[in-house]
């Protein structure tokens, strides 16, 4: 029992089968099969089937020579096997200068008993195959390409197939990197294992009847993906184009691109100008490809917020003007991505809705700037011109004096204001023009102690006030003389003058161009 098994060299394929039964008449059956096929002509070689019977006892197998007649392209060939352990070959002609090895080998003898009318079957022996068909043309050299991979080829995995093809169709021999592949009809395939990442190379043998060829494949493996790192990416933008970049890592990198743009790449840096297609949340995939097509990626996100905040500004009004350095600044903001609101340059607040805040201004014209941001940049100012006018008006009044005394009912007013934002001049409540700052006003008032009062008030809310004391007195004194009476006769060169003086404010008396002096309403004075 067992086989001898073809190998397919060249242009020929063989097969036979080898087995040993005990029949009904306890004789013992050796039948050889087999069978030679031309494939390039398509023809078939027919190998005649033999037997061989002995009885029982004796041994199996002994030296025997079976002549097989093959026919190829009409013309018969004769094919010998020697079945002794011995090789025994004829050239065999057909297209080229052939040689068919056909082998046999018995490993052990071993004797079959039977019984009666039972037919049984034991295992006698083993073969092996010393089987072969090799080709060998004059006319043809013998070469080995590999077809794939490419020379130069960059590869993802270490497991590379390898295929290829060699020159003659009876090449069985073929190794790549010292394994052998697999061969048929002049092609050759193989899976040849790498170590590690880096160059490599790839080497096909062929033999045949002592020749060889050999084809070389430098290739480079690399398993490993581009790594993405350090993405510069806005999270907000007002714009519909932004600029990305950030570091890629990968010996053999191809290409980088975002969302489909080709990034420019400077060592280990790239950068790209990338368009935004929509409003709102935009995720942009970056994805770098190495020469083997490993690719590595990452994702950043982007929103796109084209839309100004809306501030309005309740406080304070334009060209407002203030006696006070603390101004109120105060409004309301509607943005969803409000960044920050300040007022010149001071931030107010992060939220939007109602805002205040009180800031202090210096005396003069100022400008009240309010900002709001969002995330995306947008920004949108309120401004408001401001006076701060801390300066009270200037006034005077040269006109009556302090604690004068009128003895007219009608007093004037005279005096000067100045004030770049006066708006008002009133002498006792009586509203006063003043022309190029000057003024001048007739008030009546009544006899006794009298209060004149000047206000100037400017717009910003600031006064300058100045009080005037008189005295109006309308009523004549009375003067009531006792002594000399009228008309009288004086026997001396002296007398004397006395009387009373009726009045509340008597300043002075004077008799005949001299000073008197009074007592409580009287006087008494000697006269030469």
């Not at 009904?24 to 096929?37: A, F, H, I, P, S």
């Not at 510069?232 to 743009?261: C, F, H, K, M, Q």
Request: proline residues 4%.
């Amino acid at each position: 029992p067992g086989g001898l098994f073809g190998v397919i060299k060249r242009q020929f394929f063989i097969d036979f089968d080898v087995f040993v039964k005990a029949n009904d008449n306890c004789q013992l059956v050796r039948k050889l099969t087999g069978r030679v096929e031309v494939e390039k002509e398509g023809n078939w070689c027919i190998i005649k089937c033999f037997k061989h019977c002995h009885k029982k006892g004796h041994h199996l197998f002994h030296t025997a020579k079976h002549h097989w007649q093959a026919w190829l392209k009409g013309v018969d060939v004769p094919v010998e096997a020697i079945w002794d352990g011995k090789d025994e070959s004829e050239n065999v002609v057909a297209t080229g200068d052939y040689k068919l090895n056909v082998c046999a080998k018995f490993t052990r003898r071993t004797e079959v008993g039977c019984k009666k009318k039972k037919v049984f079957e034991k295992i006698l022996g083993t073969t092996q195959k010393c089987l072969g068909l090799v080709a060998v043309s004059s006319q043809q050299s013998l070469s080995i390409t590999i077809d794939s991979p490419a020379e130069g080829a960059f590869l993802a995995t270490r497991e590379v197939s390898v295929s290829g093809s060699v020159s003659s169709t009876a090449v069985t021999d073929v190794t790549v990197n010292g394994e052998p592949a697999a061969t048929t009809s002049g092609q050759y395939s193989t899976t040849v294992s790498f170590p590690a990442d880096g160059p490599a190379t790839i080497t096909a043998q062929a033999t045949l009847s002592g020749s060889t060829a050999t084809a070389q494949r430098q290739i480079t493996i690399d398993t490993i993906s581009p790594v993405i790192s350090a993405v510069n990416a806005p999270s907000w933008t007002n714009s519909d184009l932004i600029t990305i970049s950030g570091t890629v890592s990968d010996e053999n990198l191809a290409s980088l691109t975002i969302s489909g743009v080709a990034a420019t790449i400077s060592g280990n840096t790239f950068s790209a100008s990338v368009p935004l297609p929509a409003e709102g949340e935009n995720t942009l995939m970056i994805e770098a490809r190495d020469l083997a097509g490993n690719v590595g990626t990452q994702s950043a996100t982007v929103n796109r917020d084209t839309v100004l905040p809306i501030l309005t500004l309740s406080s304070p009004a334009e060209g407002h003007l203030t006696n006070s350095a603390e101004i109120l600044v105060a409004g309301t903001v509607d943005e969803s991505n409000l960044v920050s609101l300040s007022v010149n340059g001071v931030l107010v607040t992060t939220k939007a809705g109602p805002f205040s805040t009180t800031i202090t201004l210096p005396e003069g014209n100022s400008q009240v700037n309010v900002t709001a941001i969002d995330k995306a940049d947008n920004q949108v100012s309120v401004s408001r011109n401001v006076v701060v006018d801390l300066t009270p008006p200037t006034l005077a009044v040269s006109a009556p004096t302090e604690n004068e005394w009128l003895k007219s009912n009608q007093v004037t007013v005279i005096g000067d204001v100045s004030d770049a934002n006066l708006q008002s001049l009133t002498i006792n409540g009586q509203a006063v023009p003043a022309v190029n700052g000057a003024f001048s006003s007739e008030l009546s008032l009544g006899d006794g102690e009298q209060l004149l009062l000047a206000v100037a008030t400017d717009a910003a809310g600031n006064q300058s006030q100045v009080q005037r004391r008189v005295y109006v007195d309308t009523v004549v004194p009375v003067i009531n003389l006792a002594t000399p009476s009228e008309n009288a006769l004086l026997n001396s060169g002296t007398v004397i003058v006395s009387g009373t003086i009726v009045e509340e404010n008597l300043a002075s008396l004077f008799y005949n161009g001299q000073a008197v002096v009074t007592n409580q309403g009287t006087f008494s004075h000697t006269l030469s």
